[in-house]
């Protein structure tokens, strides 16, 4: 019997009756990070890494019946030996590994390879069946090293400052924003953060995450001449919004593995597409499944088709999962907390 099936509320273990990530309410979910394609309200147990607690408080709420495990702490439920390990996706963010009777599985949810100081670097764990994503799962994505898009970012940055000019970076509220917060170069002026990055921001302090000092938003007049060689980091929802009037004259990025596409940067409407990614490109995605020593692959959301093709081909038992997972870079509107502020 497979550990882990997919049924209509989502991916099912059913010897341990309980669901990985499952995107309709149920009794006994594990989840494997925050977005919110993956960690969704209603659930009557949750189970997570506990890096991963602050932010799931916060984004479904602080009395939510949470129970979490460190990384590599093991739990037995129903015969089932359960644990987490580093998915180096975002704070908090892990694979989940089932072990029964000699089987094991893993489920990896989103993951990326290169560390990036934000959370805990992704760590293959051996199997027999993984469960990978393939957000990016073409071989066109191949990515930079995160240095030096960081440089590239500075480099923009500079460039708009010494022209009086706001920049405004749009990217994801929670991973992406407090990613470049930590690798870009702070010295160069004040950092602004929207209302939907700045209780995020906060949550990655209390972590122990190093993050430079933010100025809400919020707390600072249309046209404040600090704006001039600011750098505001916003979602994507904010673009094209009134929100932005407050800036004057600016000029604006989009941060995101999509913009390696030529065409992206064009239909975003944005003076720069910086190409930046919290999933793994696909020499990456290759990677972590050769790590992991598994013979069976199910692929869930992203380029299924293609990755599976490509390892059967490569002699793999390869399979797609049906789920209902989305792309954390462009999750809805109504999954960014504290969003209003956009509007305004």
Known sequence: ????????????????????????????????HAHGDHARMGNQHYLAAAPGEGILRSRLGQGINLQTLAYGERLLHHGVTLSFHPAGHVLGSAQVRLEYRGEIWVASGDYKIEPDGTCTPFEPVRCHTFITESTFGLPIYRWQPQAQVFDEINQWWQANAAEKKTSVLLCYAFGKAQRILHGIDASLGPIVAHGAVEPLNRVYREAGIHLPPTIYAGDIEKNDPVLRKALVIAPPSAGGSTWMRR???????????????????????????????????????????????????????????????HLCEQGLDAQAFDTEYGDDEEEPLAAEPALVEARS
Do not use: K, N
Request: glycine share 12%.
């Open 1 to 32: 019997m497979d550990l882990v099936i997919a049924r209509p509320e989502g991916l099912y273990c059913p010897v341990g009756d309980f669901y990985i990530d499952p995107w309709r309410p149920v009794e006994r979910s594990i989840i494997t």
């Open 247 to 309: 800036f004057g004259d600016f000029s604006d990025g989009f941060a995101s593995g999509w913009m390696r596409l030529r065409g992206s940067r064009r239909r975003r409407g944005v003076d720069r597409g910086f190409v930046l990614s919290d999933h793994a490109d696909w020499p990456g995605l290759l990677w972590a499944i050769e790590q992991s020593g598994a013979q069976r692959v199910m692929v869930t959301h992203g380029s299924v088709a293609v990755l599976v093709r």
